[in-house]
């Protein structure tokens, strides 16, 4: 299996158990010209952790072991955060907390 990177999309109470939900990253460069919904370009990739510039596509979730995860590569910046909740939102249908 080649590993891939991912960002967690899933909550740390959710990582307490054997699996962590995550959200696959590609630095494809159609991707980061052509948008699809939940795709979210990490602006400041650079502090964030890839090689490349790259895009989170929350509307592709693996649900993998945690055992499965050995490498952090870095966090995402509030406001890449702040874009990835609101992918993640329209992905599954939910509605705007507030």
């Given at each position: 299996?080649?590993?891939?990177?991912?960002?967690?999309?899933?909550?740390?109470?959710?990582?307490?158990?054997?699996?962590?939900?995550?959200?696959?990253?590609?630095?494809?460069?159609?991707?980061?010209?052509?948008?699809?919904?939940?795709?979210?370009?990490?602006?400041?990739w650079?502090?964030?952790?890839?090689?490349?510039?790259?895009?989170?596509?929350?509307?592709?979730?693996?649900?993998?072991?945690?055992?499965?995860?050995?490498?952090?590569?870095?966090?995402?910046?509030?406001?890449?955060?702040?874009?990835?909740?609101q992918?993640?939102?329209?992905?599954?249908?939910?509605?705007?907390?507030?």
């Amino acid at each position: 299996m080649k590993r891939r990177p991912a960002c967690v999309v899933s909550s740390a109470e959710y990582n307490g158990g054997p699996d962590v939900i995550v959200a696959m990253v590609t630095s494809n460069q159609t991707r980061l010209q052509r948008q699809e919904i939940g795709d979210v370009v990490i602006r400041d990739w650079e502090i964030a952790g890839p090689r490349l510039p790259s895009v989170v596509r929350a509307g592709r979730p693996l649900v993998p072991e945690g055992r499965l995860l050995p490498l952090l590569l870095g966090q995402l910046s509030p406001l890449d955060l702040a874009e990835l909740d609101q992918a993640l939102l329209a992905v599954l249908g939910l509605a705007v907390p507030g």
